[in-house]
Nanobody
Framework: QVQLVESGGDSVQAGGSLRLSCEASADAFSQNYIAWFRQAPGKEREGLVSSDFAGGTPVYADSVKGRFTISLDDPQGTVYLTMNSLKPEDTAMYYC????????????????????WGQGTQVTVSS
C-alpha cells in the first residue's frame, strides 16, 4: 500500500523560498511516476511537475518552470519540491501523488492516472 505524507508548507513573503517534502513508503518507488500538484480554493487541481523513478527528465508546468525543482532522495524515500521566487498566486494546498502506469508526456501533469495521493500541505504567499 503506497503511502505519501507531505510536509514543509508555510506562510512566506513573495520572493521567498520553500522546500516541500513528500515521504513515500518503500513501494511508492515501484510506481512509474511521482508528481506534485496544487489546488487553490475554487480552482482545479494543477499539475506542477512529474518525474519518473528511473532518472528521466522531469516534466514541468510552464507556470513553475525555472522556479520549482523536483528531486528524489531514494535512500530516504523522500521526494522534494524546492520552490523559489514564490508569488501570491502560488498560494494553494500542495499534494504529491504516484501513478502506476505509463503515461505520455502530455498526460503526466493531469491528475487522472495518479492513484495514490498524500493529504497535502498548505503554502501561503503574501505580497
Amino acid at each position: 500500500q503506497v503511502q505519501l505524507v507531505e510536509s514543509g508548507g508555510d506562510s512566506v513573503q513573495a520572493g521567498g523560498s520553500l522546500r516541500l517534502s513528500c515521504e513515500a513508503s518503500a513501494d511508492a518507488f515501484s510506481q512509474n511516476y511521482i508528481a506534485w500538484f496544487r489546488q487553490a480554493p475554487g480552482k482545479e487541481r494543477e499539475g506542477l511537475v512529474s518525474s519518473d523513478f528511473a532518472g528521466g527528465t522531469p516534466v514541468y508546468a510552464d507556470s513553475v518552470k525555472g522556479r520549482f525543482t523536483i528531486s528524489l532522495d531514494d535512500p530516504q524515500g523522500t521526494v522534494y519540491l524546492t520552490m523559489n521566487s514564490l508569488k501570491p498566486e502560488d498560494t494553494a494546498m500542495y499534494y504529491c501523488a504516484t501513478a502506476p502506469g505509463f503515461m505520455s508526456q502530455t498526460r503526466r501533469l493531469r491528475p487522472q492516472g495518479y492513484t495514490k495521493w498524500g493529504q497535502g500541505t498548505q503554502v501561503t504567499v503574501s505580497s
